[in-house]
């Protein structure tokens, strides 16, 4: 068995009304006045090309291309999941580093269940990483050092204090060794070989639930999805109700009530795990990776923030030499890469599908990617995130 597996997931699930979604999506966060007002990026037919958000370039490179080069610089066995785009992809970077990355195509069953089944379930290690293919720029998950079978190391309020400019909506509040915290679901997963079965079979009800303060949630949904199917599972709930009670009507009523009741892992944790799987399941709050939680869900401000930090990192001189060959050689097979070389065009014509949901005091504007990122874009972010980035030592 190994003992470090890397699975790069380069799929998820398509809409319907997709981009309908995302107008009201848009409008909802206008509505609330909300730190963030995002346009969301569902994945969507546009055109005819599948338009799925991990080969949106950054400096002309594929999202996923730096997250796959983050995952092969921590000297594990790397492995992705995707569409025929993101094989396309893997092959080139296979083919110009001699990488060795393994891919696994996503299918027809489009949902987090699936991207770790097609990860995972063939030859799994001791410890596992999963991590969500649009945090380009976050760096070193394995030097964690977790300790349980599962780990959710969620991004927590924490991570945007030392950062003037970074704006982000926290909904759920928690309890943890003495820190209350308000936090985001993950976008990196720990799990060990003992824990795999147990988070592959909570995933989906967790990815469904993620969004606005609906992760806690998703904790009460899954047990008692559980509680209704497995009848080990309701002797050891029946067992431990009281616990149970208390610290999961936080996680349901948190999703509604304001103020919001935080919830204490150090109680709800063992009540998950060990009571009643016999495994070690941890909600944390540990990491320092501000790119970790700043993964592209959004076009208006996440991938301009982005792709303004890239472009800026190679007016420095400082992206890395091999994202500059992976462009290259993509522009040598441009037939390959639907996504990238057609980019601008998909993204016009998704505002515009995005525009038909919206009135015309809300409707974006898109002459060109140059002009609607210039008009998007907050300078003084992009200016301290990748100041940030060179400080710390990373380079990409």
């Known amino acids: ?37 995002t346009v969301p990026l569902y994945r969507s037919d546009i055109m005819g090309i599948d338009n799925v958000k991990f080969m949106y370039p950054l400096a002309g490179v594929p999202i996923i291309a730096y997250t796959l080069l983050n995952a092969v610089d921590q000297n594990c066995e790397v492995r992705v999941t995707g569409n025929d785009e993101v094989e396309n992809l893997v092959d ?17 069953d489009l949902s987090l269940a699936n991207s770790l089944l097609k990860l995972f379930s063939e030859d799994i290690g001791k410890g596992n990483y ?3 293919g649009d945090v380009p720029f976050a760096k070193n998950y394995t030097t964690s050092n977790y300790d349980g079978d599962v780990v959710l190391d969620l991004n927590t309020e924490n991570l945007i204090k ?26 990196v997963y720990y799990f060990s070989n003992t824990g795999f079965g147990t988070i592959q079979e909570a995933a989906n009800i967790f990815f ?17 999805s559980k509680y209704q199917s497995d009848e080990m599972f309701k002797k050891g709930l029946k067992k431990n109700k009281f616990r149970f009670a ?33 495994i070690d399941w941890r909600f944390e709050f540990l990491h320092n990776d501000i790119f970790r939680m700043l993964d ?36 040598s097979n441009k037939n390959l890469f639907p996504v990238v070389i057609n980019f601008e065009s998909i993204i016009g014509e998704y505002i515009n599908q995005v525009n ?6 809300l409707k974006l504007k898109f002459e060109n990617l140059d002009k609607f990122c210039e008009m998007y874009q907050n300078k003084n972010s992009i200016n301290e995130l990748t100041n940030h980035f060179l400080v710390s030592g990373k380079k990409l």
């Open 130 to 132: 999963f991590v969500t």
């Open 296 to 331: 592209i869900d959004g076009l208006n401000n996440d991938y301009v923030l982005y792709n303004g930090i890239a472009n800026k990192l190679e007016q420095r001189d400082k992206l890395d030499e091999r994202l500059v060959k992976v462009r290259n050689a993509i522009n």
């Open 356 to 361: 038909e949901h919206l009135e015309d005091n």
């Open 1 to 37: 068995m190994k003992d470090t597996i890397i699975g790069v997931s380069g799929s998820y699930d398509i809409k319907e009304n997709s981009v309908e979604k995302a107008a009201i999506k848009y409008k909802k966060d206008i509505e609330h006045e909300s730190n963030i007002r």
């Open 162 to 187: 030392p950062f003037t400019y970074i704006s982000r909506n926290f909904y759920n509040k928690g309890k943890r060794q003495n820190q209350h915290l308000g936090f985001k679901e993950p976008n």
């Open 246 to 278: 208390i610290e999961v009507s936080k996680a349901f009523f948190q999703k509604f009530s304001i103020p919001t009741p935080a919830i204490n892992f150090d109680k709800l944790n063992p009540v998950i795990s060990k009571d009643l799987y016999g």
């Open 208 to 224: 469904e639930n993620r969004k606005g303060g609906g992760l806690s949630h998703a904790v009460g949904e899954y047990l008692k």
């Open 92 to 108: 080139l970077m296979n083919s110009e580093f001699n990488f060795g990355i393994k891919f696994n195509h996503e299918g027809k």
